[in-house]
């Protein structure tokens, strides 16, 4: 069974941060491309972060550059997203995504998780 376990979501404050984890299994991890999207109540899911396959530097959506930072354990099958300086407009539901290829931001999404909620106060 595929699974994409996601976690570390919750409640801060504007500037405050939150460390995410997704934990995977059913699958060959370390070679998937793994992703970050986000979707907001009346907005569209937008992708936030995606790294690929042995890689230590990922893709980021503009407006979270210099903010977020993705980063996978190929030990543990697991990928985060470190968020920084978060701000209200950050508020979404956080879904962490599986696919066999990508470009840049862009990942064939084969498999998603259930979802983390992150709520940022001002």
């Known amino acids: 069974q595929v699974q994409l376990v996601e976690s570390g979501g919750g409640s801060v404050q504007s500037g405050g941060s939150l460390r995410l984890s997704c934990e995977a299994s059913g699958f060959t991890f370390s070679r998937s491309v793994m992703a970050w999207f986000r979707q907001a109540p009346g907005k569209e899911r937008e992708g936030v972060a995606t790294?690929?396959?042995?890689?230590?530097?990922?893709y980021y959506l503009d407006s979270v550059k210099g903010r977020f930072t993705t980063s996978r354990d190929n030990t543990k099958n697991t990928v985060y997203l470190q968020m920084n300086n978060l701000k209200p407009e950050d508020s979404a539901m956080y879904y962490c995504?599986?696919?066999?290829?990508?470009?840049?931001?862009?990942?064939?999404?084969?498999?998603w998780g259930q979802g983390t909620q992150v709520t940022v106060s001002s």
């Open positions: 995504a599986a696919g066999g290829s990508g470009y840049g931001l862009r990942i064939d999404v084969q498999y």
């Open positions: 790294i690929h396959p042995g890689s230590v530097t990922g």
